[in-house]
């Protein structure tokens, strides 16, 4: 991602929790929302790819971080 594509993320998810009561479910649905638009900006196929991509880099760091 680019930089201002990226401030304006960071903008469009301070906005969205903003008052949140369960910022865990906004999170979520943000989440599963983007992965719908990504799908119909691209195709199913780049949205589950991205997703992937994601998700492996989350658990990389996770296991990194991982303390008994």
């Known amino acids: ?7 304006r993320a960071i903008q469009a ?6 008052g ?3 910022g865990r ?3 979520a649905a943000l989440m599963r ?3 719908q638009a990504l799908a119909r ?3 199913h196929d780049e949205a589950a790819r991205v997703h992937a991509q994601l998700a492996r880099r989350h658990a990389e ?3 990194r971080c991982w303390r008994p």
């Open 1 to 7: 991602m680019t930089r201002p594509t990226d401030d």
């Open 13 to 18: 998810i301070a906005e969205a929790l903003s």
């Open 20 to 22: 949140a009561p369960n």
């Open 25 to 27: 479910a906004v999170c």
């Open 33 to 35: 929302l983007a992965g």
């Open 41 to 43: 900006f691209a195709s």
């Open 61 to 63: 760091r996770a296991a």
